[in-house]
């Protein structure tokens, strides 16, 4: 369930990376200040673990397919949450970096998911509160299901919202709902039950190892709401900044043009400063329709930009459609066709660079 | 010099699963010396090495490196001076490189950068491990992070050092080559071993370990000599000691550079 | 991640890359990392409907693996592995997107077969260039150059210890798992039970471990504070590097160049 770069717009990719670095700063100035460096390489090593537990996998009971452990839940558990997000975190960039899972700014959008919820929700005010002071096998179970379902429920629908935000992706908000949120219904369980099993196992073996990431969370209500005071702050910080400038759907331009010229309608603004802009927009507008335009482009897509959402875009592309379509079809083919040939013009580069190095 | 005494009494430790893997251990360490302890798996001998740079507390008795007790306060002196060569390699060398791992310690003693670099290099040299300097520890054979491990704790010129199995997984060469290493070494060297032969040839003086206990402290001949000793604490005499099985007589021994000093002591 | 044996072993294959020395390999990290950064910021900025004008950017990850001289067949294989989760998320596109955009001659193509190769596009490009990242710079060279560019240090250490173990777990793990598929007589998987015992295992070792590291950092003079030996600087070309390449990237998000050539050509034949 890892985000993808190719899913994500700017806006929402630097919004969540900032949220996810915010909170890593903040938990590192934990780590350091309550001098728990002892935990510096108790964490890496953990991390390192789950990566080899991941290689072990087991018969999901009553299906006959194989799963294996995600590990947030249990991480959380073994090193409270402020290591445990940061090594969470610590695996997902490993995953980015060298399996592929999602790329480099989906990274924040990953550790929000599957290491806020897990390590600042899900373990504190589930799992903490129904294991209590004296843990059972009983109560371990049902923790670990009830924190383990409601963590990947929780980052699912972060998914769902940030796929549906970015706007790349077609798929309607109900449908991608219904369909994430059951399917995490699963694998959550069957996570929840791995991670009971697991910690039942170092309960009865080394009941310590649990305690130990007992004393750090004393005060944890009141730290973890400091957790998202800072990731709230640094998101709307940035989730404003980036989409006044670079919106998808140029309403903080359009107001900002309101505010400027002090008038109600955009439409009748003619000044220098309009035009400017425009052509701004049109030059590094976020949803530019050039594969549906002329490549004159028409007078009043350029004199509005501050109106082409993504949908009247499709509209005006239809609508044009009947008109010019044989000039679109022009710019589009050749568009393909200039396409395919700087490809291949790279590749060519790219050979004859390697072939001089080989040589050299 | 008696500062560089090393004092253990009454040495006791309990592990936190109740295991009592140390129960009563005293000797002293003059200056200089050079000994082995022996014993079989789980008889102790990594649980003791740990408590000389107080890695593990005891949980009862008391160590004294060079007059100095070892506690809370004295840690980092005494870290300082016992340079300690733990059992898995994999344990110690846990920087990106092997240039990182061997200038960890200089670096955090506060040798300034160019004393670093020159001591890491040379230190290197010393283990026969110059060329794998720039190389992540993961992609290195078993003896060679054997190597750069006992390289971390000489770039800290430690002066008592302390080795847990050094020639575990050596080759021929790369353990004749620690050997000669170890006997250059002019300060106090404790270390364990299953490797005989090497304690006979480098030691002067061998502790027996036993279920947590001394069992036996004196010269490595005389404790090789006893047979019934050797026996009990589930040892054997060193190959050098046993007479040859090919021709039947005289001892077993492959040519080597370096004479050792007391060598075809047979007994009857 | 079932086939995560092939992952590790792939890894230590893209770690080796970073050992290669070239005009790239010698730069100081945080310039790569920069560029990357810009690099995939432009590739995202697009439209989902955008599709020619990506293409130019192809000329990054060319020209890296040629100065490189990175293995080009093994980075393709591993782009190639996308990540599951877009294909599946990015083939609803021609379900619900079905207005036809564009004709091809006779052919109608909808909106959502266009965003969804726009979609395999972007991946290729931005999965490729953390590939390329790490096969020119090195994981602890990235770990290091985001520490420096502000990342927390207790964070960058930690991050070290985790693929400085993944090496070693991995292989107690890739043991474990197979010796237990030795004794299962080919059945996939493993009950529950067996599982969490020798996870819980795999966990207690793997704490120990941890502790020993712990002193052994502590045997040698460690008292938390983590001091670096640096040598690379941020110089003249790093600077070039990254003026270059990110002037570069702007001026192709800026202007597109496909259609520019496409125009072109066309043009000539009309
Ligand atoms: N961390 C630990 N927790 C609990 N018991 C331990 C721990 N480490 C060691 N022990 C136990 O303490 C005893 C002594 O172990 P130690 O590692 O000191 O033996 P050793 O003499 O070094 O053996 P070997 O020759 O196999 O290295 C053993 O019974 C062992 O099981
Ligand atoms: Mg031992």
Redesign the interface.
């Given at each position: 369930m890892h985000m993808a770069d190719a899913l994500l717009s700017p806006a929402v990719g630097c919004t969540m990376w900032a949220a996810s670095a915010g909170t890593i700063a903040y938990c590192s100035r934990k780590i350091r200040r309550e001098m728990d460096e002892k935990k510096v390489p108790l964490m890496g090593v953990l991390g390192a673990f789950i990566f080899a537990a991941q290689m072990i996998n087991f018969t999901i009971p009553a299906t006959g397919s194989s799963g294996h452990l995600g590990g947030g839940l249990l991480l959380a558990i073994l090193l409270g949450p402020y290591a445990a997000f940061l090594s969470i975190a610590s695996v997902l960039l490993i995953q980015a970096l060298f399996f592929a899972d999602g790329g480099l700014l989906a990274l924040g959008c990953n550790i929000f998911n599957l290491g806020i919820f897990p390590a600042f929700i899900a373990y504190p005010l589930v799992y903490k509160p129904i294991i209590g002071n004296r843990p059972t096998k009983g109560k371990i179970v049902a923790a670990s299901i009830i924190a383990a379902v409601l963590g990947l429920q929780m980052g699912a629908f972060g998914v769902v919202l940030e796929t549906v935000a970015s706007g790349i992706s077609s798929l309607p908000f109900t449908t991608f709902v219904t369909l994430m949120q059951p399917i995490h219904l699963g694998i959550g369980v069957v996570e929840g039950l791995v991670t009971a099993a697991v910690v039942s196992f170092v309960y009865k073996a080394r009941p310590e190892i649990l305690q130990c990431a007992l004393p750090a969370q004393a005060a944890a209500g009141y730290s973890i709401r400091n957790v998202m005071i800072v990731f709230l702050a640094a998101s709307l910080l940035t989730g404003g900044v980036i989409s006044w400038f670079a919106s998808d759907s140029p309403d903080g331009l359009e107001w900002s043009i309101q505010k400027v010229t002090g008038k109600e309608e955009v439409e009748g603004v003619k000044g220098q400063l309009h035009d400017l802009l425009a052509s701004l927009q049109e030059k590094v507008a976020f949803l530019p329709d050039y594969s549906f335009k002329k490549q004159e482009t028409p007078k009043e897509a350029t004199l509005h930009p501050a109106s082409v959402t993504s949908k009247e875009t499709a509209d005006q592309a239809s609508g044009k459609q009947e008109k010019d379509g044989d000039s679109r079809l022009g710019t589009t083919v050749s568009g393909i066709l200039g396409g395919l040939m700087t490809l291949a013009l790279a590749g060519v580069i790219g050979f004859v660079l390697k072939k001089r190095i080989g040589a050299v | 010099m008696s500062h560089h005494i090393v004092e253990v009494k009454n040495l006791r430790h309990v592990y936190?699963?109740g295991t009592a893997a140390l129960k009563d251990v005293s000797f002293i360490i003059t200056h200089g010396e050079s000994v082995g302890i022996i014993g079989a798996n789980g008889a102790g001998k990594s649980t003791l090495l740990?408590h000389l740079?107080?890695?593990?507390e005891p949980t009862g008795g008391s160590i004294h490196i060079g007059h100095t007790p070892l506690s809370k306060g004295t840690?980092?002196d005494i870290?300082?001076t016992?340079?300690?060569v733990?059992q898995?390699p994999?344990?110690?060398l846990?920087?990106?490189?092997v240039?990182?791992d061997v200038?960890?310690?200089p670096?955090?003693?506060g040798y300034a950068?160019a004393d670093?670099e020159q001591r890491v290099t040379e230190v290197l040299e010393l283990v026969g491990a110059g060329h794998l300097r720039?190389?992540?520890?993961?992609?290195l054979s078993g003896g060679e992070k054997k190597r750069v491990a006992i390289a971390?704790?000489l770039s800290?010129s430690p002066d008592i050092l302390v080795m847990d199995e050094p020639t575990n997984g050596l080759d021929p060469f790369a353990r004749r080559q620690l050997m000669a290493l170890m006997r250059d070494f002019e300060h106090t060297r404790i270390f364990t071993s299953h490797d005989l032969d090497m304690v006979m040839e480098l030691c002067d003086r061998v502790i027996v370990l036993h279920e947590g206990e001394v069992r036996a402290d004196g010269p490595a001949m005389e404790i090789f000599g006893n047979d019934k000793l050797l026996a009990e604490c589930r040892l054997e005499k060193p190959l050098s000691m046993q007479g040859c099985p090919v021709c039947g007589g005289g001892p077993a021994r492959v040519s080597r550079p370096h004479p050792p000093h007391h060598h075809h002591h047979h007994h009857d | 991640m079932a086939s995560i044996n092939k992952a590790v072993l792939d890894l230590k294959r893209l770690d080796l890359l970073a050992n290669n020395d070239s005009v790239i390999h010698r730069l100081d990290a945080r310039a790569k990392v920069l560029v990357t950064c810009v690099f995939i910021l432009c590739i995202v900025s697009y439209d989902r409907y955008e599709l020619a004008a990506l293409f130019p950017f192809f000329i990054f990850p060319a020209v890296l693996i040629a100065l490189a001289d990175l293995p080009a067949l093994f980075i393709a294989r591993k782009i190639a592995l996308l990540c599951p989760f877009v294909l599946v998320v990015g083939i609803f596109n021609p379900v619900f997107d079905r207005e036809v955009l564009v004709y091809l001659g006779p052919l109608g193509i909808s909106g959502g077969w266009i965003s969804f190769a726009s979609i395999m596009v972007r991946s290729v490009l931005t999965v490729g260039a953390a590939f390329i990242l790490v096969g020119v710079t090195g994981f602890t060279a990235v770990c290091q150059a985001l520490e420096r560019l502000g990342m927390p240090q207790v964070f960058a250490v930690q991050l070290l210890f985790l693929y400085r173990y993944i090496f070693v777990l991995s292989e107690e793990g890739g043991r474990a798992s197979r010796a237990r598929e030795l004794r299962s007589c080919g059945r996939k998987g493993l009950g529950i039970r067996s599982f969490s015992s020798m996870i819980g295992h795999l966990l207690l070792r793997t704490w120990q471990r941890a502790e020993r590291i712990h002193m052994a950092m502590l045997a040698r003079g460690f008292t938390g504070q983590f001091h670096a030996y640096r040598q690379s600087s941020f110089g003249k070309a790093e600077l070039l590097f990254v003026l270059g390449w990110s002037a570069l990237f702007v001026f192709l998000r800026i202007n597109n160049v496909s259609r520019y050539l496409g125009t072109l050509i066309t043009g000539l034949f009309t």
């Amino acid at each position: 369930m890892h985000m993808a770069d190719a899913l994500l717009s700017p806006a929402v990719g630097c919004t969540m990376w900032a949220a996810s670095a915010g909170t890593i700063a903040y938990c590192s100035r934990k780590i350091r200040r309550e001098m728990d460096e002892k935990k510096v390489p108790l964490m890496g090593v953990l991390g390192a673990f789950i990566f080899a537990a991941q290689m072990i996998n087991f018969t999901i009971p009553a299906t006959g397919s194989s799963g294996h452990l995600g590990g947030g839940l249990l991480l959380a558990i073994l090193l409270g949450p402020y290591a445990a997000f940061l090594s969470i975190a610590s695996v997902l960039l490993i995953q980015a970096l060298f399996f592929a899972d999602g790329g480099l700014l989906a990274l924040g959008c990953n550790i929000f998911n599957l290491g806020i919820f897990p390590a600042f929700i899900a373990y504190p005010l589930v799992y903490k509160p129904i294991i209590g002071n004296r843990p059972t096998k009983g109560k371990i179970v049902a923790a670990s299901i009830i924190a383990a379902v409601l963590g990947l429920q929780m980052g699912a629908f972060g998914v769902v919202l940030e796929t549906v935000a970015s706007g790349i992706s077609s798929l309607p908000f109900t449908t991608f709902v219904t369909l994430m949120q059951p399917i995490h219904l699963g694998i959550g369980v069957v996570e929840g039950l791995v991670t009971a099993a697991v910690v039942s196992f170092v309960y009865k073996a080394r009941p310590e190892i649990l305690q130990c990431a007992l004393p750090a969370q004393a005060a944890a209500g009141y730290s973890i709401r400091n957790v998202m005071i800072v990731f709230l702050a640094a998101s709307l910080l940035t989730g404003g900044v980036i989409s006044w400038f670079a919106s998808d759907s140029p309403d903080g331009l359009e107001w900002s043009i309101q505010k400027v010229t002090g008038k109600e309608e955009v439409e009748g603004v003619k000044g220098q400063l309009h035009d400017l802009l425009a052509s701004l927009q049109e030059k590094v507008a976020f949803l530019p329709d050039y594969s549906f335009k002329k490549q004159e482009t028409p007078k009043e897509a350029t004199l509005h930009p501050a109106s082409v959402t993504s949908k009247e875009t499709a509209d005006q592309a239809s609508g044009k459609q009947e008109k010019d379509g044989d000039s679109r079809l022009g710019t589009t083919v050749s568009g393909i066709l200039g396409g395919l040939m700087t490809l291949a013009l790279a590749g060519v580069i790219g050979f004859v660079l390697k072939k001089r190095i080989g040589a050299v | 010099m008696s500062h560089h005494i090393v004092e253990v009494k009454n040495l006791r430790h309990v592990y936190s699963d109740g295991t009592a893997a140390l129960k009563d251990v005293s000797f002293i360490i003059t200056h200089g010396e050079s000994v082995g302890i022996i014993g079989a798996n789980g008889a102790g001998k990594s649980t003791l090495l740990q408590h000389l740079n107080g890695s593990l507390e005891p949980t009862g008795g008391s160590i004294h490196i060079g007059h100095t007790p070892l506690s809370k306060g004295t840690l980092p002196d005494i870290r300082r001076t016992v340079g300690m060569v733990f059992q898995d390699p994999d344990d110690q060398l846990f920087m990106p490189t092997v240039f990182d791992d061997v200038a960890f310690g200089p670096l955090n003693l506060g040798y300034a950068t160019a004393d670093v670099e020159q001591r890491v290099t040379e230190v290197l040299e010393l283990v026969g491990a110059g060329h794998l300097r720039d190389k992540p520890p993961y992609h290195l054979s078993g003896g060679e992070k054997k190597r750069v491990a006992i390289a971390t704790v000489l770039s800290m010129s430690p002066d008592i050092l302390v080795m847990d199995e050094p020639t575990n997984g050596l080759d021929p060469f790369a353990r004749r080559q620690l050997m000669a290493l170890m006997r250059d070494f002019e300060h106090t060297r404790i270390f364990t071993s299953h490797d005989l032969d090497m304690v006979m040839e480098l030691c002067d003086r061998v502790i027996v370990l036993h279920e947590g206990e001394v069992r036996a402290d004196g010269p490595a001949m005389e404790i090789f000599g006893n047979d019934k000793l050797l026996a009990e604490c589930r040892l054997e005499k060193p190959l050098s000691m046993q007479g040859c099985p090919v021709c039947g007589g005289g001892p077993a021994r492959v040519s080597r550079p370096h004479p050792p000093h007391h060598h075809h002591h047979h007994h009857d | 991640m079932a086939s995560i044996n092939k992952a590790v072993l792939d890894l230590k294959r893209l770690d080796l890359l970073a050992n290669n020395d070239s005009v790239i390999h010698r730069l100081d990290a945080r310039a790569k990392v920069l560029v990357t950064c810009v690099f995939i910021l432009c590739i995202v900025s697009y439209d989902r409907y955008e599709l020619a004008a990506l293409f130019p950017f192809f000329i990054f990850p060319a020209v890296l693996i040629a100065l490189a001289d990175l293995p080009a067949l093994f980075i393709a294989r591993k782009i190639a592995l996308l990540c599951p989760f877009v294909l599946v998320v990015g083939i609803f596109n021609p379900v619900f997107d079905r207005e036809v955009l564009v004709y091809l001659g006779p052919l109608g193509i909808s909106g959502g077969w266009i965003s969804f190769a726009s979609i395999m596009v972007r991946s290729v490009l931005t999965v490729g260039a953390a590939f390329i990242l790490v096969g020119v710079t090195g994981f602890t060279a990235v770990c290091q150059a985001l520490e420096r560019l502000g990342m927390p240090q207790v964070f960058a250490v930690q991050l070290l210890f985790l693929y400085r173990y993944i090496f070693v777990l991995s292989e107690e793990g890739g043991r474990a798992s197979r010796a237990r598929e030795l004794r299962s007589c080919g059945r996939k998987g493993l009950g529950i039970r067996s599982f969490s015992s020798m996870i819980g295992h795999l966990l207690l070792r793997t704490w120990q471990r941890a502790e020993r590291i712990h002193m052994a950092m502590l045997a040698r003079g460690f008292t938390g504070q983590f001091h670096a030996y640096r040598q690379s600087s941020f110089g003249k070309a790093e600077l070039l590097f990254v003026l270059g390449w990110s002037a570069l990237f702007v001026f192709l998000r800026i202007n597109n160049v496909s259609r520019y050539l496409g125009t072109l050509i066309t043009g000539l034949f009309t």
